[in-house]
């Protein structure tokens, strides 16, 4: 499978289990509120989130197995920073009453005016800390 193939691949597996979640469950794969409700308390008919969350797990180490290589590489940094790094993503998930894949997956697919604006706020601050990353540190 060549490099442009494999990332059009998962974005439309993506989108396949944005569309069968909602037309199954009539959820919103939301990634940041389907993991969230693995954490006690757990709320009532949530027994299918951890098939969904394990998926995510193990899809890239099973495309790894029949491609022969890692599709998914090591992050860089230390630990302290991805630490701080996925601490500010949570913060900014419940700021934004979501996260990408349920603001920009679902909600832009929806043509919701909230998660069309969460969307791009969240681009801009990812334009802002690449370019913060790369040219200012």
Do not use: D, Y
């Amino acid at each position: 499978m060549s490099g442009f193939q494999l990332p059009l691949l998962g974005g439309a597996l993506i989108g396949l289990s944005a569309v069968l979640l909602m037309a199954t469950l009539g959820r919103i794969a939301g990634i940041s509120g389907i993991a969230a409700a693995l954490l006690p308390p757990w709320p009532e008919g949530a027994l299918w989130r951890w098939p969904f969350v394990a998926g995510l797990l193990i899809g890239p180490l099973l495309a790894a197995a029949v491609l022969g290589r890692p599709v998914v590489a090591a992050p860089p940094g230390n630990a302290w920073l991805l630490l701080a790094a996925g601490a500010l993503v949570g913060v900014g998930t419940g700021l934004s009453g979501g996260c990408t894949s349920g603001h920009g997956v679902c909600g832009m697919a929806r043509l919701s005016p909230r998660s069309i604006v969460a969307t791009a706020i969240f681009m801009a601050a990812a334009i802002a800390t690449v370019f913060v990353m790369r040219h200012v540190i």
